[in-house]
């Protein structure tokens, strides 16, 4: 009895681990931010393919590798990066290799960012999403006019009715366009010239805020200019608020964009290529592009196929070739600099 009773429980194991890896077949985990956590995005890809998407929502590039760092080899198949952010995973060796053909042909040719996105000639992970850290404003409390300059901002015409967005990247890189220097030129020695500038703009404004903060102060009046939104912050609210709007300067904006890419660690490799292949499908584009959370622009032109027009005409659709020529990427700091630009932000809001 004792041997049958050894069988049994042997053979019951053995149906628990092939449950187990029948599971874990059917789901791919996702490291995300907040817009693949729309079931209109995620639904019609565990439809075709008889899968469970689990994701998990995290902000900023340290949080996410945090997250890595903390999990078992395999917990995560699938994550949504900064593209900026794309060769540091690599060097750590998170990230796996894809193949050749990921459907960019359609891409508009600047997201391609074969560099930003692989290394050596391999790719490591797809632009699927970008757009810009410019002016988002009311256009029924500000002259629209007023907006194609970035120095306006520092004018007494709009003192305290600002928000900025606190985030020390994209803001200072406005404040260093407006100033005239390129991203790309920016050194832990020359953004002290923007120190200055700083101050000031932090002495004109309301508020520094966060994302959600400061759409807020945005959306109920609260202020009627954000430095630093975009599309992603007034193309979500467009319906319900057509006052709210956003424009590129004439020195230009900031272009943030985000990636997608497969762990390395994955077991499920296959499925999580084809949710890649799925996000940057011309459907996938048009449903992240407009997800509930916050709107960016597809990096799939076909996608402009799916969307409507009047999803087109909040992201701009039409302006895209004019602003990705008048836009810069990220700052793309070294130690030296990111501290620098980090120390300078901290004195700047206790200012």
């Known amino acids: 009895m004792k041997k049958t009773a050894t069988t049994a429980m042997a053979a019951s194991g053995a149906m628990l681990l092939l449950a187990s890896a029948a599971q874990a077949e059917g789901e791919i985990n996702a490291l995300v931010w907040c817009d693949h956590t729309d079931p209109a ?22 949080a996410g590798l945090a997250i890595l760092d903390q999990s078992r080899p395999g917990d995560w198949d699938v ?3 900064d593209t900026v952010d794309v060769g540091r995973a690599v060097d750590q060796g998170l990230l796996a290799a894809l193949p050749d053909d990921m459907g960019t042909g359609d891409f508009f040719p600047e997201l391609v960012m074969a560099d930003s996105n692989g290394r050596d000639g391999t790719t490591y992970a797809v632009t699927e999403k970008f757009g810009y850290n410019t002016i988002a404003y009311d256009k029924t409390k500000v002259d629209p006019a007023d907006m194609d300059d970035l120095s306006i901002l520092w004018s007494d015409k709009y003192a305290g009715r ?31 010239a923007l120190r200055d500038r700083a101050y000031a703009l932090k002495a004109n404004a309301r508020q520094v805020s966060d994302v959600v903060a400061s759409q807020t102060a945005l959306a109920t009046g609260e202020v009627d200019i954000l430095i630093g939104g975009g ?18 300067p004439s020195q230009g904006a900031l272009r ?20 890649v292949k799925y996000i940057v499908s011309p459907e996938g584009q048009a449903r992240l592009a407009t997800s509930s959370c916050y ?9 402009g196929d799916v969307l409507t027009d009047d999803q ?15 836009s810069q990427l990220y ?3 070294d130690a030296d600099l990111d501290l620098a630009m980090q120390d300078l932000w901290t004195d700047m809001l206790q200012q």
Do not use: C
Not at 41 to 58: R, S, T
Not at 231 to 248: G, I, Y
Not at 316 to 324: E, I, K, T
């Open 41 to 62: 995005l995620l639904e019609p890809f565990e439809q075709a393919h008889d899968v469970k998407v689990n994701v998990k929502e995290y902000e900023g590039t340290a």
């Open 79 to 81: 994550m949504v990066i």
């Open 162 to 192: 600002i928000a900025v967005y606190d985030y020390y990247l994209p803001v200072l890189g406005l404040i260093g366009l407006e100033q005239g220097t390129a991203t790309a030129d920016l050194t832990a020695d020359s953004v002290e």
């Open 231 to 248: 599309e992603w912050v007034t193309a979500v609210l467009s319906a319900e608020n057509p006052a709210l709007d956003w424009t590129v």
């Open 256 to 275: 943030w964009s985000q990636s997608i890419a497969v762990l390395e660690d994955s077991e499920n490799k296959d499925m999580a290529t084809e949710f």
């Open 295 to 303: 709107w960016g622009m597809p990096a799939n032109r076909a996608a």
């Open 312 to 326: 087109k005409a909040a992201l701009r659709w039409d302006d895209q070739d004019a602003y990705l020529a008048n």
């Open 331 to 333: 700052p793309v700091p």
